[in-house]
Each structure stands twice: as structure tokens, then as C-alpha cells.
């Protein structure tokens, strides 16, 4: 499976930005998506993740209330939206897929074996 992630940018801060993750080669349907960031000198860390039927989320507490996560089975495409941007959270985003057993979302960067190349938001305050 390939993933090609985009939507990355500079904004100021309060603005809003989408990010997509195009998946192509395999049955996007069957993966849990995650997005994950890394910002300079610090760790990976997720951000979001849906199950493959979206009926489960998962959300870190630094983006909850701020951040959505979407997919479009059809499009083969995973989403997401995020607004009132922070400086905080300028970093490297990427997304990954998972394939868990069960239609849930995963948490652990270690679970997912597919990554796209990341995009990079840079927030400016």
C-alpha cells in the first residue's frame, strides 16, 4: 500500500488547514487510518485515528475540539480537517495505516506498517 499524504503548509496561527492522505495499492477500506506528527528535536506522536468504518475515533488531547479525522472509502482517501491552528503544532504530519483485527482505531506508531512521506505545517505566531 502507498500512501501520499498533502495538504501541508504555512498558516498563522488561528487558521485552519486540511490535510489529505490518498492511499493507493490495497484495500483501503480494511485499514485503520492514523495520523501522526513530528515536530523538530521531539518524538512522533499520534494525532488521530478511525477505524476503517469511521465508527470509532480516537483523538489526542492536544488537538480534541480542534482537529477532525474523515475518510471516503470510496475515494480511497482519509482526511484531516484542522482549525484554530497553534504554533504548537507545527511539525511533520503523516499518515499510516493499520490492520487491526477488529474495526478500532490504533494508537501506537508500532501498529501501523504503511506511512506516507509526511507534509509539513508550519504554524507562525
Known amino acids: 500500500v502507498q500512501l501520499q499524504a498533502s495538504g501541508g503548509g504555512l498558516v498563522q496561527t488561528g487558521d485552519s488547514l486540511r490535510l489529505s492522505c490518498a492511499a493507493s495499492?490495497?484495500?483501503?477500506?480494511?485499514?485503520?487510518l492514523g495520523w501522526f506528527r513530528q515536530a523538530p528535536g521531539k518524538e512522533r506522536e499520534i494525532v488521530v485515528s478511525i477505524s476503517r468504518s469511521s465508527g470509532r475515533t480516537y483523538y489526542a488531547d492536544s488537538v480534541k475540539g480542534r482537529f477532525t479525522v474523515s475518510r471516503d472509502n470510496a475515494k480511497n482517501t482519509g482526511y484531516l480537517q484542522m482549525n484554530s491552528l497553534k504554533p504548537e503544532d507545527t511539525a511533520v504530519y503523516f499518515c499510516a495505516l493499520s490492520l487491526p483485527l477488529v474495526d478500532n482505531v490504533r494508537v501506537r506508531s508500532t501498529d501501523y506498517p504503511y506511512w506516507g512521506q509526511g507534509t509539513l505545517v508550519t504554524v507562525s505566531s
Open positions: 495499492g490495497g484495500s483501503f477500506s480494511r485499514y485503520a
